[in-house]
C-alpha cells in the first residue's frame, strides 16, 4: 500500500515569489492535515481538509491556503514568501481520529 | 501555559534499559493522545495512541494517560540504539480530533 507522498521533495525560493506543495493521501484516507515544522517552533498544525472542505484552521497568515480535490489530494500554497516560511512542510493522511500518517515532507528554503 | 509541553532532553539511557518519556497538557477536553517517533531527517511515525485512562502496551511500548492530572507517558522497555529518536507526543486541541497540537519532542539516546 503507497504511503503518504509529498512533491516535489526539495524547494528553493526567492522571497516574495508563491509556492504550491502536493499530497496524495493514502488510498482510502479522507483526511488529510498540514504542518510546518521548524527547529524552532516545532510542528505547526496549518490547516485539515475532509471531503474537499477545510474543517480546521491553525494560527497561520492568510498567505498560506490550501484545498482539497475530489480524489482527495490536496495542495497548498503558500504567497508572497518570506524567509520565515523556510521550513519542511509535512503532509498526513487518516482514516478516522486514530492517528495521522506522514508523508516525507517537503524541504523549502526562501532565499 | 503551553498546550502540549514535554522535556526536551537530551535523555540518556544505556542499552536495555527502561526509557520514560513524559508529557503535559492543558486542555481537559482532550479525548485521545498520540506518540510519534522521528529520526533525525525523516518524517514523524505514528507508535501508538490511548484514549483511556490506564495503561497500553504494544511490544516495548507502553502509554500511560492520567487525565485528572493531565499526564500522558511513553515507556519504552529493553532500550536499543534504534530507539533513538526524537518522541513527540500530539494531543487533540480546539475541540477537533482531527487538528493536533504537537510537543516539542524529547530526543532520546540509547547507548549501546
Known amino acids: 500500500k503507497a504511503g503518504v507522498t509529498q512533491t516535489p521533495r526539495y524547494l528553493i525560493k526567492t522571497r516574495g515569489q508563491q509556492v504550491t506543495l502536493s499530497c496524495s493521501p493514502i488510498?482510502?484516507?479522507?483526511?488529510v492535515s498540514w504542518y510546518q515544522q521548524t527547529p524552532g517552533q516545532g510542528l505547526q498544525f496549518l490547516f485539515e481538509?475532509?471531503?474537499?472542505?477545510?474543517?480546521n484552521k491553525g494560527n497561520f497568515p492568510g498567505r498560506f491556503s490550501g484545498r482539497q480535490f475530489s480524489n482527495s489530494r490536496s495542495e497548498m500554497n503558500v504567497s508572497t514568501l518570506e524567509l520565515g516560511d523556510s521550513a519542511l512542510y509535512l503532509c498526513a493522511s487518516s482514516p478516522s481520529n486514530y492517528g495521522y500518517t506522514f508523508g516525507s515532507g517537503t524541504r523549502l528554503t526562501v532565499v | 501555559q503551553k498546550e502540549v509541553e514535554q522535556n526536551s532532553g537530551p535523555l540518556s539511557v544505556p542499552e536495555g534499559a527502561i526509557a520514560s518519556l513524559n508529557c503535559t497538557y492543558s486542555?481537559?477536553?482532550?479525548?485521545?493522545f498520540f506518540w510519534y517517533r522521528q529520526y533525525s531527517g525523516k518524517s514523524p511515525e505514528l507508535i501508538m495512541f490511548i484514549y483511556s485512562n490506564g495503561d497500553k502496551e504494544d511490544g516495548r511500548f507502553t502509554a500511560q494517560l492520567n487525565k485528572a492530572s493531565q499526564y500522558v507517558s511513553l515507556l519504552i522497555r529493553d532500550s536499543q540504539p534504534s530507539d533513538s529518536a526524537t518522541y513527540l507526543c500530539?494531543?487533540?486541541?480546539?475541540?477537533?480530533?482531527?487538528?493536533?497540537?504537537f510537543g516539542k519532542g524529547t530526543l532520546l539516546t540509547v547507548n549501546p
Open positions: 481538509y475532509f471531503s474537499e472542505t477545510q474543517r
Open positions: 488510498s482510502g484516507h479522507r483526511s
Open positions: 500530539a494531543v487533540p486541541s480546539g475541540g477537533s480530533n482531527y487538528k493536533l497540537t
Open positions: 486542555d481537559r477536553g482532550s479525548q485521545s
